[in-house]
């Protein structure tokens, strides 16, 4: 409820004079329960939205939207999403979830390095290593950057499968690199291309910034007809 994990629970309700909340055992059940419960809720929605744009299309190859976002700036984050929006219902319509983290893992490889020399330690780390593959949340091995590339390979991957839709005309931002490696996988087959869409709204904030540049730089400067770039009936904002 505060965004936070079971500690921090505790000293919130400390420091509110409340009773103390449940155990961290028992914050994990209610946890992974809350997660089962949101997702089946979750694809169920995405799964509508896709039939919407499709309905809306008037065919199974629609137009879709796609970018990636980071928890955190910069090429180090941890964690990476990925979403494809409806381009005419500008509904989510797939998401994927890259994480090069798991604290299970990391807990259990600490304590695993602490008895590495009994046996019955190895066997028994190596026991809830085979357990723990299915649940296990570190799903990406490479770069942050390349969280993009391949959360969005996946959601096109399984896009007839799991939604029924082909993503033909993807709109993207100017960055070509998502849109090259999707069409290197062929998703849709060796015969079928994705067409290239870009994003107006990404053109308008290059256009833009460069015009600013642009006035900036000319600021002082007379054009051909004896006058400054701005000022009025000129070029300004």
């Not at 744009?53 to 199974?60: A, I, K, N, V, W």
């Not at 330690?121 to 942050?144: D, V």
């Not at 590339?149 to 082909?166: C, D, L, P, T, Y």
């Not at 690199?177 to 107006?200: A, L, Q, R």
């Amino acid at each position: 409820m505060i965004g936070k994990g079971a500690k921090s629970l505790q000293k919130f309700s400390s420091y509110m004079a409340l009773p103390a909340p449940v155990s961290q055992k028992s914050y994990n059940k209610i946890n992974d329960k809350i997660l089962r419960a949101t997702t089946v809720v979750a694809n169920s929605c995405m799964k509508k939205a896709a039939e919407e744009e499709e309905l809306l299309t008037g065919s199974s190859d629609i137009m879709v939207s796609g970018d990636g976002t980071w928890k955190t700036r910069g090429h180090s984050s941890l964690v990476g999403v990925c979403t494809v929006i409806g381009a005419e219902s500008g509904k989510v319509i797939d998401i994927d979830v890259m994480s090069s983290y798991c604290k299970s893992c990391e807990v259990s490889k600490k304590l695993h390095m602490t008895c590495m020399y009994s046996d019955k330690s190895k066997s028994s780390y190596q026991q809830w290593k085979s357990h723990h593959a299915k649940s296990c949340q570190k799903n990406h091995f490479g770069s942050a950057g390349k969280m993009e590339v391949e959360g969005m390979k996946k959601i096109f991957q399984r896009s007839v499968a799991e939604r029924g839709v082909r993503y033909l005309s993807y709109i993207c931002d100017g960055d070509a690199s998502t849109f090259k490696d999707v069409c290197e996988d062929k998703p849709y087959g060796i015969n079928t291309t994705i067409e290239k869409v870009e994003c107006v709204g990404h053109v308008q904030k290059l256009m833009g910034t460069r015009l600013r540049k642009l006035k900036k730089d000319m600021k002082w400067k007379k054009l051909a007809d004896g006058k400054t770039i701005g000022g009025r009936g000129a070029f300004n904002r």
